[in-house]
């Protein structure tokens, strides 16, 4: 594939990336709007133990083979397709049995996780399982073939399903048991529609000796993600064990909006990344030149929404979830500031290494950071849940520092020039979210919120706009979805 037909390929499968996310980053916070106002925080705490317990079986059962279909350069159609079959089946017999596994100890588990006599709610939840492996297969060889557009049909489907299903069963007081239901359906839908529409089909095909070459890559894949799980739900058991499930809805809710809304650009934008750094691995320049472009990209916008959402957290909190979320705010704050800097600075980071093919990095940064994060997490239970909350967001902080230090010295990348790169987008946040303190202090009304807001999302384009580099970049862009649609 020559660099041209490769830019068009990354730029397609961005824009159809991009309007997936954001399709369904914009009816995502309407479905929790609804939600919010009809379930209390304790059921969305029940269903934040169960979604922990699967997204870890889920990552067992995908074992890391996705990331190797997309990654790996096969000879042929046909030794690609070979390698889809061994990684189908065996994420379908792991998540078989994984499944077996949890049906058995489901009151067990269901206890240390603080949801003591919900195990039967577990096990039913957990049949998700055989589910998704049934489908992560074909999504990978979506993705490799920068097939972004049928996966859009196929997230469009399922973000209307919570309307038809989620939404009226909690209006008949199903409680957490509709947030349950409504996940297992939308599995269903996407592992039918993603097998209908593949144009590979799972054949009786298996090999051992394939299995362990895609192990060898795959496994520090897998205990990369087993790192990444514990970094993202270690605050979630501590929460869910040593207080209640009132604060654990209380805070993963909080925390999963602003992920919601950060992800409705980093979520279109990482399997695109991916996809094209691995293609562009063994040339330095041109991988760089892609990673800062989208790095940019990237933090134009979230600068400012990380900032805008510290400054507004009060009334985010008041439209996305209703008045009984009121303590969520502050939460809502400081973690939407943190995640602005963590996206920049860190997120892309783990898509270095495995483009790169050195997925050890990543988990070794994941240790790194987990050495800290673990022990800060557990002495700030001992101080209350907002000592937590406040720690668990700050120590994200050096979870950066220690991506900067495995990119400077294991990877060779220039650290500096991500600083230089992002700078303006630097400088119009930090200015924007100094006019919008002096906002708030003239009038704390409803509406001079509103207008404040506003106010402040032009003085930060009128900023950024100053810097030509940006101003260019933006014409540019704007110039390339014109022409894409004129074609």
């Known amino acids: 594939m020559n660099e041209k037909n490769l830019q068009s390929k990354v730029f397609h499968a961005t824009k159809w990336s991009s309007i997936t996310e954001i399709t369904a980053k914009l009816f995502s916070p309407v479905t929790n709007m609804i939600l919010a106002r009809i379930l209390a925080p304790e059921a969305f705490g029940v269903v934040t133990t169960v979604t922990m317990i699967i997204s870890f079986a889920d990552m067992l059962t995908d074992s890391g083979f996705q990331k190797y279909i997309v990654q790996n350069k096969f000879k042929n159609e046909d030794e690609k397709n070979k390698y889809a079959n061994v990684a189908f089946w065996t994420n379908m017999g792991i998540s078989i049995l994984l499944w077996g596994i949890i049906f058995i100890f489901r009151q067990p588990i269901a206890n240390l996780v603080g949801n003591p006599g919900l195990g039967n709610v577990l096990a039913i939840a957990c049949l998700q399982l055989p589910l998704t492996s049934f489908s992560s297969i074909q999504m990978a060889l979506y993705r490799r073939s920068f097939d972004f557009k049928t996966l859009f049909w196929v997230r469009l489907i399922s973000i209307f399903i919570p309307f038809i299903v989620t939404i009226p069963l909690a209006l008949f007081g199903f409680g957490y048991w509709a947030l349950i239901i409504g996940t297992l359906i939308i599995q269903v839908s996407n592992a039918l529609i993603l097998t209908i529409n593949s144009s590979w089909k799972p054949t009786f095909f298996y090999s051992f000796k394939r299995l362990k070459k895609m192990l060898s890559f795959s496994v520090w894949s897998l205990i990369e993600a087993i790192s990444i799980w514990l970094t993202i739900w270690v605050d979630s058991f ?250």
């Open 238 to 487: 501590i929460i869910g064990t040593v207080l209640n499930q009132y604060y654990l809805g209380l805070y993963k809710t909080s925390t999963s909006l602003v992920n919601t809304l950060m992800a409705l650009i980093t979520s279109s934008i990482v399997p695109v990344l991916f996809s094209g750094l691995s293609r562009l691995q063994d040339n330095d320049t041109k991988f760089n030149q892609l990673f800062f472009k989208f790095q940019r990209i990237v933090s134009i916008i979230v600068f400012p929404l990380g900032i805008g959402m510290f400054l507004y957290s009060d009334i985010a909190t008041k439209i996305l979830l209703g008045s009984q979320w009121s303590e969520a705010s502050n939460v809502i704050g400081i973690w939407a500031l943190t995640s602005s800097m963590q996206i920049v600075f860190a997120h892309f980071c783990s898509e270095v290494y495995r483009a790169k093919g050195r997925p050890k990095l990543s988990f070794l940064a994941q240790i790194l950071h987990l050495i800290v994060l673990v022990p800060t997490c557990i002495i700030s239970s001992k101080y209350g849940f907002w000592a937590l909350v406040y720690s668990r967001s700050l120590i994200r902080l050096e979870g950066i520092l220690v991506h900067f230090i495995v990119m400077k010295y294991l990877i060779r990348f220039p650290i500096y020039k991500t600083f230089k790169n992002v700078l303006p987008t630097i400088i119009s946040a930090v200015s924007m979210g100094i006019i919008g303190y002096a906002f708030q202090q003239i009038n704390e009304g409803f509406i001079w919120s509103f207008i404040s807001i506003f106010l402040c999302i032009v003085f930060y384009f009128g900023i950024l706009f100053l810097f030509p580099s940006l101003r260019n970049e933006t014409l540019k862009i704007s110039k390339m979805v014109i022409s894409k649609k004129n074609k």
